[in-house]
């Protein structure tokens, strides 16, 4: 093969961990220089795992890497940065309490008097490479304090300070707003013009067309080929990540609401730092129906879900489920009022990841009489109940007794999704319930609440996603500043732009149009 | 009664004795800043002080010299300290547990060491003599100003040294480039991993360096204090130097200042005991209710200032 013209290869990569679970099988991958390249996957593909042998952190069981034509073995990521490989990781790699120059230099700090730190060159050197690649830093302000995206640019900033001409971006725009996104893919394009390398990990096919040249798409463990992006569709890209055409629309019937089961009135609540963050704020769900809660983040949305389920207290107002008060409820007791929730944090509030899934899946019903006999656990139930769960939810794993913490993000997701919805719940709060778990997992628990809903629940539905919002959702509430805006009973001849407007503050409907959602 | 409490403590030999009594517990203490800074606790130091405070007075028996001794002391603090890291970093094991487990051979073996080397049992009274103790210095000048001079002059040469290491430790944590990879390595040791800093050998050198200071303490305990080695001798002081690192938030100067508290509340107990009508059982809790009240001082502060951080950070976002 022809070879002079990439920059990386990497040959027959295979990665079996001890606990015998294989993350990447044979793959090749081979990037040419000057150009960005997309490693594109569902979670729990394999693309964190083969970053991770690129830059030293994890060996291969098989396989070789050849860089800039000379084969390599890296045992730490002093190696890879050695070959001139830097990662910006998706959870930054900085120290809070040190300064962004501190940050830069670290390991590699400038000397005078032979052991002082030259804390001017430190400064010094900050501000060249800054300027060089127009990534602007403030040297002297502590990591702690500065925005995610200027510490996306220290992360950056870092690696080329150790003379990296490859980047690996994991996931970058994973945590930044639409504006630093634009941003970053400017200063991505400068630094291709320079002529650096860049692999940039990513599911979001906007993006990756937007930016990439070409794409590697794996999926299992295994590469499903490379790709010219500009040749290469959406639908075809989602196809080779997923293995059958993703239907991004939800298929649903029209819903035929029934008895109101959630009632929210009046309800206020003041932070501790005396901020307003739920304001007079009142709806209703009923059965049958999934109402939808748009607003761009930190409009309460948090507030509202944590009343709900008691993880805090509101200073005024009421929440009825089905008539009972469940205000300062303990959780077991609002669970048996058949409320399911499935938390935003899912790693907190959803799972105890060193725990089984089976633990898991049983952790709210484990004190049900069929699943004890006496004193003791019936064990054979309780195997029965989360074989039960794990088909039909489609959880992939080894086996029940499996580490929650072991699983992909999308799997751990079901697990969260086996037990909440298999409770036979008359109320369920879907917090973000698809946030960053791939396509697969997405569409089988947004169809997972559509069916409960169609068989009787009313779904309280919290999402950050707009087209997940609009698309899943039967009737809508917009929240701004606390407050319901806007109300939609009818979700289908929304349009992203009026709800834009109404989700940024620019447009509120009248109280009488806005009262409807309490249908009283 | 409370005129005589006064006049007892409002005395030279007052402020002399806080000093006396501060400088083993502040070495301990800057032991644990050290190890702490890189993300390793250091519970051994009440071992490793109590083994190295054999040694120093082995030490220099053997070879007639007290800084003889005191380098031995120190040589086997940084030797039990790269024990515990060799256990915990390499073993893997629990560092709470190898830290308990020097504090044991600290308190057990010792005893078993000192027979093995000298026949005696429990305390080294014999073989020490003015020589091999740690010599005194008289501060020229400044020894001749009244009250001052009585109180900081005339103390031991470790004593000295316990304070200048304050300002060393500070120097080396916040103007080296080791004492960067140290900081680094405890706020979150990936990070330092990803830039090629080996997070391994820095937590072996911070923990080494905290052995070789909680040594010194054990020989200032030995080799000037007590002025011999009697098994329990150390008592408890390792254990108030966490105390102390933890109310001094692990900085090298509220360390000191948190150490002077507790050096302060311990002579207070020693002169108040003297006095008369004065239950002895009462008095010897001032040090507990110091490390008490201390604590929840600094609780409250600490709770201040976060919710002061938060609000303005609040406004800011609103701003």
New interface residues.
Partial sequence: MENDNFIIQMKGISKVYPNGIAANRNVDFFVKEGEIHALMGENGAGKSTLMKILFGLEQPTEGEIIINGEEVSLT???DA?SRGIG?V?QH???????TVA?NIV????P?KKG???DYKKAVQITEEVSQKYNLNVNPNAKVMDIPVGMKQKVEIL?ALV?GANILILDEPTAVLTTQETSELFKELIILKQLGYTIIFISHKLNEIKQITDRLTIMRGGKSMGVYETASTSEQEISRLMVGRDVILNVEKDKSQPTETVLKVRNLEYTN????KMLDFLSFSVRQGEILGIAGVEGNGQRELVEMLFNLNTPDSGTITVNGVNIINLPQDKIRDNRVSLIPEDRMTYGIADAASIEENVISDRYTEKHFNNGPLFDMKMIHKESDKLIKNYAILCKSRKQQVKMLSGGNIQKVVVARELSSDPILIIADQPTRGIDVGSTEFIRNKLVHLSRAGAAVLLVSADLNEVMELSDSLIVLYGGKVVAYFDDTSALDDTVMGEYMLGLKHQSPEEIERVCHE | MFEQFLDTILKADFLFSIIRITAPILFAALGAVVAEKAGVVNIGLEGIMSISALFGVLFSYWTQSWLVGVLGALVVGVLLGLLIGFFALKLKTDIILAGIAVNMIGGGGTIFLLYMFTGMRGNTGALVSQNILIPTINIPLIKSIPILGESISGHSVLTYLAFILVFLIAGLLYKTSLGLNIRAVGENDQAAQSVGISVLRIKYIAIGISGALAGLGGAFMSMYYSQGWNSGMIAGRGFIALAAQAMGRTEPIGTMLSSLLFGFAQALRTKVSGLQGVSSYLVSLIPYVFTIVGLVLYAISTTKKVHKYRQTQAEAVEA
């Fill in positions: 730490s990521p002093s940065i990662m990781h930054f790699m900085l120290i809070p309490s040190l501190e670290l390991g590699m700090a000397i052991i002082l730190i870092k150790r501790k730092w005396n901020k």
